[in-house]
Nanobody, 124 residues
Framework: VQLQASGGGLVQAGDSLRLSCTAS????????MGWFRQAPGKERQFVAG????????IYADSVQGRLTISRDNAKNVAYLQMSSLKPEDTAVYYC??????????????????WGQGTLVTVSS
């Protein structure tokens, strides 16, 4: 499965941004979709996840209340709505998917498909 992440850009602190994740030739159904990010010099970290089948969501503590993950079944697109952005949110954001079950939503090594990443830069 080939995923494509898009929507990144340069914004100011406090601004909002929406990232999208689409799939080529694939329809999401029972997938677990996750968003991860990697800042320069840091390890990739879990940001948010959603169970495509029932819409269950989970977030990293650092983004709780500011970021919202969602999916549009009709359009076969997952979103990461980001608000009240901070400079520390600056990173390359990746979408990923797997079918290994909800308990692995936070675990990057369980994801079998990854997008290419989209850069989000938040200036102070």
């Amino acid at each position: 499965v080939q995923l494509q992440a898009s929507g990144g850009g340069l914004v100011q602190a406090g601004d909002s941004l929406r990232l999208s994740c689409t799939a080529s030739g694939y329809t999401f159904s029972s997938d677990i979709m996750g968003w991860f990010r990697q800042a320069p010099g840091k390890e990739r970290q879990f940001v948010a996840g959603i169970d495509w089948s029932d819409g269950s969501q989970i977030y990293a503590d650092s983004v709780q209340g500011r970021l919202t993950i969602s999916r549009d079944n009709a359009k076969n697109v997952a979103y990461l709505q980001m608000s009240s952005l901070k400079p520390e949110d600056t990173a390359v954001y990746y979408c990923a998917a797997h079918k290994n079950g909800w308990r692995w939503v936070r675990v990057s090594r369980k994801y079998t498909s990854w997008g290419q990443g989209t850069l989000v830069t938040v200036s102070s």
